[in-house]
């Protein structure tokens, strides 16, 4: 069965430097999402990706961070200068079409630990 | 007002015994409905879609009452696997993400 990827698994890195977490999405999927997970709280929508551009993002979503697909397989979050607060497992998750009528597969994550 | 809420249990149930929880939600604009499972400290994985006239999986069966603004899930004969947390989900439709509760513990006992 087609999977979500995402490299690292685990990314320490100290404040103030720049981190880029990579995924790979299904192939035929068209709509892109990172979301994060503070731990022992919800999962939250930070940005979609659609035909090259983001197509919503939350208002967590700001200049520090922007996404990118490089090339037809990689999407990437980056973060610029990461902060304590950042410290959370980031999900990526693909899908066909639009959130409602079609499955977000949810890659395994990345847990990333800002010291 | 939290656009997902979910009683966070947790649920201690024995092998076999029927549990059952809800989740409301606030935007009644809100057209699907899922819920998630998330073990511990992996990726949510998609449990079930939840529609207007309820469904059934298996063991599972979920209900949803756009009146009143919420979705239930039930598990019949709960097993040990199904320890899980258990995430409501709603997306509006034409929006590109899903909004999340902040789930429902359950843990089956042998």
């Keep these: 069965e087609p999977e979500v990827t995402q490299t690292p698994s685990h990314q320490v890195t100290q404040m103030g430097q720049e981190v880029i977490l990579r995924c790979v999405p299904i192939s035929n999927h068209l709509y892109f999402y990172w979301y994060r997970q503070i731990l022992g709280q919800k999962v939250e929508f930070l940005v979609s990706f659609y035909n090259n551009e983001i197509s919503e993002k939350s208002e967590i979503f700001d200049d520090q961070f922007s996404v990118e697909r490089p090339d037809g397989s990689n999407f990437t979050l980056k973060i610029r200068s990461t902060k304590l607060e950042d410290s959370a497992m980031y999900f990526c998750a693909s899908s066909e079409g639009l959130a409602g009528g079609y499955e977000q597969y949810f890659g395994p994550g990345t847990r990333l630990t800002v010291t | ?110």
């Design chain 2, 1 to 110: 007002r939290k656009e997902v809420e979910q009683d966070p249990g947790p649920f201690n149930v024995p092998e076999g015994a029927t549990v059952a929880f809800n989740c409301t939600y606030s935007n009644s604009a809100s057209q699907s409905f899922f819920w998630y499972r998330q073990d511990c400290r992996k990726e949510p994985k998609l449990l079930m879609s939840v529609y207007s006239s309820g469904n059934e999986d298996g063991r599972f069966t979920a209900q949803l009452n756009r009146a009143s603004q919420y979705i239930s899930l039930l598990i019949r004969d709960s097993k040990l696997s199904d320890s899980a947390t258990y995430l409501c989900v709603v997306n509006i439709e034409s929006d590109y993400k899903l909004s999340f509760g902040a789930g429902t513990t359950v843990t089956v006992r042998a």
